[in-house]
């Protein structure tokens, strides 16, 4: 469901940037890509064989939280249908990559222009691989993270510090598989007892 969440933001991002292409010529100078990537990705930026070519924006999942408020109710929910349901906000970093300031700019002016646009993902903007419910969605948030938290962030990663932007997926939910059905049980066996005859 994670994996779903963060494809789900992917695909609208990238279907708002051919939008913002076609209508507006300007918007880019080379129309960029949102892609997710791995820690091991921002050493190999504008390589070749990177995720990160130019123009791009890179997605980056930095954390993964348990949702405290949400996860009272959706125990009350498991105590009714038996399944587990674990809400979870997946907090991702946003930075542009282009080869210089001014297009990194129209890239993230872009991208959050499109985030305040859809603030919700629901329906068809819903990732398939997630076998999302009638009624689910996702909201899109951003987060107030501060220079220093963004820094550390880099401190942690194979890069240098990058102007990015972070955004909270509220609310991500891995549910438990259904058990499959059992027959009842019609047989009872009594009176076992220990042999030393093999089984045939």
């Given at each position: 469901m994670v994996a779903?969440?963060?494809?789900s933001v992917q695909t609208r991002l990238n279907r708002s940037f051919t939008e913002l292409d076609t209508a507006d010529p300007d918007a880019f100078r080379e129309r960029p890509t949102a892609r997710i990537v791995r820690t091991d990705d921002f050493c190999k930026a504008g390589d070749a064989n990177s995720p990160i070519r130019y123009p791009t924006l890179?997605?980056?999942c930095y954390r993964v939280d348990v949702n405290r408020t949400m996860r009272a109710p959706?125990?009350?929910?498991?105590s009714v249908d038996g399944s587990v349901h674990l809400p979870l906000d997946v907090?991702?970093?946003l930075t542009p990559w282009d080869t210089d300031a001014e297009?990194?700019?129209?890239?993230?002016g872009a991208?959050?222009?499109c985030l305040e646009q859809y603030p919700v993902l629901s329906g068809p903007a819903l990732h398939p691989l997630g076998r999302w419910r009638r009624g689910e969605a996702i909201q899109v948030l951003n987060e107030d993270l501060v220079t220093e938290d963004v820094m550390r962030t880099f401190d942690t990663l194979p890069s240098d510090f990058r102007l990015s932007v972070s955004y909270c997926l509220r609310i991500a939910r891995i549910?438990?598989?259904?058990?499959p059905g059992h027959p009842d049980v019609t047989t009872v066996v009594r009176g076992l007892a220990a042999s030393s005859v093999p089984y045939p």
């Open positions: 779903a969440t963060v494809l890179s997605i980056f959706w125990a009350a929910v498991a907090h991702l970093l297009g990194e700019l129209r890239i993230l991208t959050m222009q549910d438990a598989p259904d058990e």
